[in-house]
Every structure is written in structure tokens, then in C-alpha cells.
């Protein structure tokens, strides 16, 4: 469902990741509905340091968008601006609010956020989110430099503001835990059931 998808330039760097839709019926559902076949990619950079030869860029023919400070943007236009549209944003800081904002202004209604740790700390506290995906999964990381979900922050939702669990179902041996973190979201009502999928956010 979503218009865009955005990863940070670190889980660029460091997963490589395609960020496109696999699933041939779901292409077609979304073709369908006049969209793409993959939603937009969208990445941030402080630096203009992402690898020009990563899938982000050379897998798939949808729409690439990287945003990054104005004083980061020649460096980032001379190393990638024949891969994708450069959007330069605030001065020496762009903020996650300034991209979203732009982002709407470009069609984006729903714009899925996959990490990396940085992006989706910037997110979380500066509560941009409507939805929180959660999959918990049958194995242990402890190696103590792995990456983590998020960074340290001061998180808006504790033990006296809990968020909204809108849906739990499973995936293989995997669970996917879904909450509601904003009015925008059409989390169930108290005591209301919804089948596994029916819940939507919007961004």
C-alpha cells in the first residue's frame, strides 16, 4: 500500500538492500491500482556517501529520491545526482519532519520506513509515526555491536502513555506486532476485532 520507502544511507551501505516489490500478484494489484510496481525509493544522507553501484540505484526502474543538507548537496549531486533526484533540505541539519513534508507535496500519503536505527529514532521521538510494525522473531543477536531497532532517545510512548496494540497475527514462525502511535492511525476501538490486514495507518 505504500507510495514510498525509505532507508537510511548506513543500511544502504550496509545491507544493499533492492527495496522492491517480489511478489508478482502484488505488482499487478498495484498496477492495477495505478501504481508503480515498487513504491518510490527514498534514502537520507548527512554526507552524500552512498555507493552509486548499490541495488538502491540499479535495481528497478521506479522513482529515487535522496535528500541531504544544502551543505552536503554538490558533493552529493557530483557523486549521485545521475542516479536519482537530489533534494537538498534545511542548511547544515535536515530534519525527518522537512522530508516528509516534501515527500507530501510530491503525492507520498504512505511512506513505509524500514530503518536503518538512526532514521526510525528520529522518527519515533519526534512522533512521525502513525504505525510501528514489530516482528519478533525465534533467535537471539548478542553480539554487543550488532545494530538495534533504535538509538538512545527520549521516546514519547512509556509506561503511563502506552501505545495502541491494533494487531498481532502470525508469519511462519515469526509474529508481527502492530501499534497504533498517533490519532491518524485507525487503530480498533476497545473491544472491536479485525481480521489480520484490515488495519491501516496513514502517514
Excluded: N
Aim: charged content about 30%.
Amino acid at each position: 500500500d505504500s507510495d514510498a520507502i525509505m532507508v537510511g544511507a548506513s543500511t544502504v551501505r550496509r545491507d544493499d538492500p533492492r527495496l522492491l516489490v517480489r511478489s508478482e500478484d502484488r505488482q499487478r494489484e498495484r498496477m492495477a491500482a495505478g501504481r508503480p510496481r515498487s513504491p518510490m525509493k527514498v534514502t537520507v544522507t548527512a554526507t552524500g556517501d552512498v555507493p552509486p553501484e548499490a541495488a538502491f540505484f540499479t535495481a528497478g526502474d521506479v522513482e529515487k529520491l535522496i535528500y541531504c543538507a544544502q551543505s552536503s548537496a554538490r558533493l552529493t549531486v557530483e557523486r549521485l545526482g545521475a542516479l536519482a533526484t537530489v533534494v537538498p533540505l534545511g542548511d547544515d541539519r535536515m530534519t525527518m519532519a522537512d522530508v516528509i513534508e516534501d515527500l507530501g507535496e510530491r503525492g507520498v500519503d504512505r511512506l513505509m520506513v524500514e530503518g536503518g536505527g538512526s532514521v526510525l529514532t528520529q522518527f519515533l521521538v519526534d512522533e512521525l509515526a502513525d504505525e510501528l510494525q514489530l516482528v519478533i522473531a525465534p533467535f537471539f543477536v548478542g553480539e554487543s555491536g550488532a545494530p538495534r531497532f533504535v538509538e538512545s532517545g527520549r521516546f514519547p510512548w512509556t509506561a503511563s502513555r502506552r501505545a495502541v496494540l491494533a494487531d498481532t497475527y502470525r508469519i511462519g514462525d515469526v509474529v508481527l506486532l502492530r501499534y497504533a502511535l498517533s490519532d491518524r492511525s485507525r487503530a480498533p476501538a476497545p473491544g472491536e476485532h479485525r481480521a489480520p490486514g484490515e488495519f491501516r495507518a496513514r502517514s
